[in-house]
């Protein structure tokens, strides 16, 4: 079976065939009609890649830097919910992945192992917490005090949820988290709302990021952004850097892309912070063409839940290991010695080919 695994997409082909029913629609499942699902993955064949020949890419130096942290290659994980469906170890496991590939793992608020348990784990690997803004104030600042207490980096707010998107598999079969599985960053009082829109606040501004930035001296990274105008507005508010994404097209469908928004956001942003980009990211080119367009980083999240459904923390690092290889691979074939040297003009829009006939 090891041998078969050479891309990712073996690991979701392993992950549909043996999760059980429940986990797999979650897993896998987008909003409404799935538009921006499968164009998360489709939009990156837009972009065409013009390499540049020879420039001795006999070394390649693959390391970079995420907001002043040092890591191996840039891709890193993407906070995503219940790792313990995809496997009984759950993001203890993929934590320790993170930490054999030094990159980065975002801890989901909705992970099924805690805050402290995850850096028990991992003590000396990089970690982020991914967390909202929810209702209640004092249990949403308990959160930023004990990823600050377990000497996580950074703070990933999503502010793509003020509300939960339609996600048909998920409502067609009536999702509930098995019994096996707790949601242990949440407190008694509240873990039976977890899954309902009762603990989210629809009448969220962009004051929030303030506030978080007032709560703490960790960087904080907005994540959600899709337009010029909302990442103009984030750097306004005080955001250290910016997450491209469409929740992994779970919230609004008919979104566009994230490869596609990226040099929107870019642009807009001016180099005032750092960007990111995860979704639909599957591919060691992938990952060239963000950097080209300006992402800092690359996220994974389902890929990485598959990986873990094949065969715990070795399933995760053999994703990471994949990614590694392609994006070394590109770069080598392309031009690019270190990552510094991929630049906006590595890649091209295939319109500028269409318009040209």
């Known amino acids: 079976m090891a041998d078969r695994m050479v891309c990712l997409d073996d690991f979701e082909e392993y992950a549909m065939q043996t999760l059980p029913r429940n986990a797999r629609?979650?897993?896998?499942?987008?909003?409404n009609d799935q538009q921006t699902l499968q164009d998360n993955r489709d939009a990156f064949k837009?972009?065409?890649?013009?390499?540049?020949?020879?420039?001795?890419?006999?070394?390649?130096?693959?390391?970079?830097?995420?907001?002043?942290?040092?890591i191996d290659f840039p891709v890193?994980?993407?906070?995503?919910?219940?790792?313990?469906?995809?496997?009984a170890e759950?993001?203890?496991?993929?934590?320790?992945?993170?930490?054999?590939?030094?990159?980065?793992?975002?801890?989901?608020?909705?992970?099924?192992?805690?805050?402290?348990?995850?850096?028990?784990?991992?003590?000396?690997?990089?970690k982020w917490f991914q967390l909202f803004i929810f209702?209640?104030?004092?249990?949403?600042?308990?959160?930023?005090?004990?990823?600050?207490?377990?000497?996580?980096?950074?703070?990933?707010?999503?502010?793509?949820?003020?509300?939960?998107g339609k996600r048909v598999?998920?409502?067609?079969?009536?999702?509930?988290?098995?019994p096996h599985v707790r949601t242990p960053n949440f407190e008694v009082s509240i873990e039976e709302d977890v899954l309902t829109e009762s603990v989210y606040d629809a009448s969220l501004t962009w004051d929030a990021v303030r506030l978080l930035k007032s709560w703490t001296t960790l960087p904080v990274i907005v994540k959600g952004v899709?337009?010029?105008?909302?990442?103009?507005?984030?750097?306004?508010?005080?955001?250290?850097?910016?997450?491209?994404?469409?929740?992994?097209?779970?919230?609004?469908?008919?979104?566009?892309?994230?490869?596609?928004?990226?040099?929107?956001?870019?642009?807009?942003?001016?180099?005032?912070?750092?960007?990111?980009?995860?979704?639909?990211?599957?591919?060691?080119?992938?990952?060239?063409?963000?950097?080209a367009l300006g992402a800092r980083a690359v996220f994974i999240g389902r890929p990485a839940i598959y990986g873990l459904a094949y065969k715990g923390q070795e399933g995760v690092q053999r994703v990471l290991e994949i990614l590694k290889d392609e994006l070394s691979l590109a770069m080598a074939l392309s031009g690019c010695r270190s990552i510094g040297e991929i630049q906006k003009s590595l890649v091209i829009h295939e319109s500028y080919y269409l318009s040209r006939l």
């Not at 020879?54 to 942290?69: K, P, W």
């Not at 993170?98 to 192992?113: D, E, K, P, R």
Request: glycine letters at 6%; aromatic letters at 6%; one cysteine or more.
């Open 169 to 178: 598999a998920s409502v067609r079969e009536k999702f509930v988290l098995p």
């Open 135 to 164: 209702k209640d104030r004092d249990f949403t600042r308990r959160l930023v005090q004990r990823a600050e207490n377990c000497n996580y980096k950074a703070l990933v707010l999503t502010v793509d949820t003020p509300v939960l």
């Open 76 to 87: 890193g994980i993407a906070p995503t919910a219940f790792h313990r469906m995809a496997h």
């Open 226 to 291: 899709l337009t010029g105008a909302d990442a103009a507005l984030a750097v306004s508010s005080g955001a250290d850097g910016i997450m491209v994404s469409n929740h992994g097209a779970r919230q609004l469908d008919y979104v566009a892309a994230t490869i596609d928004a990226l040099s929107e956001v870019v642009k807009a942003v001016n180099g005032r912070c750092e960007v990111y980009l995860d979704g639909g990211v599957r591919t060691g080119t992938d990952v060239l063409k963000a950097l």
């Open 46 to 70: 837009r972009y065409r890649l013009r390499p540049r020949m020879l420039r001795d890419v006999s070394r390649r130096d693959l390391h970079t830097t995420i907001q002043g942290q040092s």
């Open 90 to 126: 759950g993001e203890v496991a993929t934590a320790k992945a993170a930490s054999a590939m030094g990159t980065c793992l975002i801890l989901a608020t909705y992970a099924t192992t805690s805050i402290e348990d995850v850096v028990k784990a991992a003590p000396d690997s990089l």
């Open 25 to 31: 629609d979650y897993y896998r499942s987008g909003a």
